[in-house]
């Protein structure tokens, strides 16, 4: 079961939710051209949604919050249930984590961006 107070991306729940957490959430629409007439728009359906999230993961050391990044690095492969505080669970794949150990490492500040994955 989910702890639905904190973000959690298949089994790995987050100690401490990302400081922002930003869903887009959008349409494909088209135009079209029409000689003489105005533009023609048409819907083409729902983009998949993405999620970008911005955080931290702290420990006590270097060492112990670097084990929580590889920890969520080791868990995030594939296609997972994605738990985000305030919004129905969804199906995703990470696609992108970026991240850089500042000061003595203790905290290592992250970038992730997670795609909807409905087909899947």
Request: hydrophobic share 40%.
């Amino acid at each position: 079961m989910a702890n639905i107070d904190n973000m959690q991306f298949r089994d790995f729940i987050f100690k401490y939710n990302p400081e922002k957490i930003s869903v887009s959430d959008a349409q494909n629409v088209v135009t079209h051209f029409c000689p003489g007439k105005t533009e023609i728009t048409q819907d083409m359906g729902k983009r998949a949604r993405i999620v970008t999230c911005f955080g931290s993961f702290w420990g006590d050391s270097y060492s112990a919050a670097m084990r929580e990044l590889l920890e969520f690095r080791q868990k995030s492969a594939g296609v997972g249930m994605l738990y985000l505080p305030g919004v129905p669970p969804f199906s995703a794949r990470l696609s992108e984590l970026s991240f850089d150990a500042q000061g003595d490492g203790r905290i290592i500040p992250y970038t992730m961006r997670f795609v909807e994955a409905a087909g899947e």
